[in-house]
């Protein structure tokens, strides 16, 4: 049974960090992109990042790049999202994404979901 399982949200003031990380098991990810993305209350899930097999190509969203950078470890299964600068509009729960077959950006081409972790950030 594949599993993601999301790690390192929480509360921060703003302009403070955290690093999300998501550990896959089941099966690896290894020929697959992994990605980030995150629903703020009342809002629809929205692109964060995402990551290439080749762990040289990433993309952002407009709202955060130059301020999160996503990675990835192979050998653990493992994606990080590296987060700085935070505001309060990053506020929402993060979710971790692999296995994607089409548009990167949109989450129905995605396969396979972690449960979430919340990140809140105060102003």
């Known amino acids: 049974q594949v599993q993601l399982v999301e790690s390192g949200g929480g509360l921060v003031q703003a302009g403070g960090s955290l690093r999300l990380s998501c550990a896959a098991s089941?099966?690896?990810?290894?020929?697959?992109?992994m990605g980030w993305f995150r629903q703020a209350a009342g809002k629809e899930r929205e692109f964060v990042a995402a990551?290439?097999?080749?762990?040289?190509?990433?993309f952002y969203s407009d709202s955060v790049k130059g301020r999160f950078t996503i990675s990835r470890d192979k050998a653990r299964n493992t994606v990080y999202l590296e987060m700085n600068s935070l505001k309060p509009e990053d506020t929402a729960v993060y979710y971790c994404?692999?296995?994607?077959?089409?548009?990167?950006?949109?989450?129905?081409?995605?396969?396979?979901w972690g449960q979430g972790t919340q990140v809140t950030v105060s102003s």
């Open positions: 994404a692999a296995d994607v077959d089409g548009n990167w950006r949109l989450p129905e081409y995605w396969r396979h």
């Open positions: 990551i290439s097999t080749n762990v040289i190509d990433t």
């Open positions: 089941g099966r690896t990810f290894s020929s697959d992109g």
